[in-house]
């Protein structure tokens, strides 16, 4: 498995309907915590992610959300945004990817997983078989754990990235 995304980004709302078009994306499966809202904040969703959202329906890229998050949350944000939402889906298994492409009636080829996770996010949609958009983690990490899988996180991006495999679009320096 490749521990390289293809896409790197700072926010999500940088996933423009032009630039999705221009890979052939016409969906994504969003991960929720760190990615959408910070894991600790109940809501409401940022202004900027729901104009992002609407911005990107408008320009006919479904989206659905495909979480680890508990039921409760997930189906609040789903409803915030009018998309269809699963979780938890217990990522890094590929299930939930696969319900995301059956309900937004997808392809592999045609959607993108977003994600702020290597072991989760990304190991789950390498397995789905989908291109993946690794996004910077919306809080510091707090738990001693976490802090030390973000370690272990980084250097399996560094060593991807020394591997010359498919070059990132928009690497991290
Ligand atoms: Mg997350």
Same mark, same amino acid.
Do not use: Y
């Given at each position: ?31 929720l915590d760190?990615?959408l809202l910070p894991p600790?904040e109940?809501g409401?969703l940022p202004?900027?992610v ?27 944000v ?22 995301? =492409? ?20 990304? =190991? ?14 919306l ?35």
């Amino acid at each position: 498995m490749r521990c390289r995304p293809d896409l790197v980004l700072d926010r999500v709302t940088e996933l423009t309907p032009k630039k999705l078009q221009a890979l052939g994306v016409r969906g994504l499966l969003l991960d929720l915590d760190n990615t959408l809202l910070p894991p600790t904040e109940e809501g409401p969703l940022p202004e900027e992610v729901r104009t992002w959202a609407r911005a990107l329906e408008e320009a006919g890229i479904r989206l659905a959300l495909v979480t680890n998050a508990k039921p409760r949350r997930v189906r609040r944000v789903a409803a915030a945004l009018g998309v269809p939402g699963a979780g938890p889906v217990a990522k890094p298994l590929p299930f939930g990817f696969l319900w995301g =492409l059956r309900v937004l009636g997808l392809g592999r080829d045609e959607a993108l997983a977003v994600g702020d996770q290597v072991f989760t996010d990304l =190991l789950g949609a390498r397995l789905a078989g989908l291109r993946f958009a690794l996004v910077r983690p919306l809080a510091k990490d707090a738990l001693p754990h976490t802090r030390w899988l973000r370690r272990l996180e980084r250097r399996c991006l560094e060593a991807g990235g020394s591997m010359k495999a498919q070059p990132s679009e928009e690497g991290r320096a």
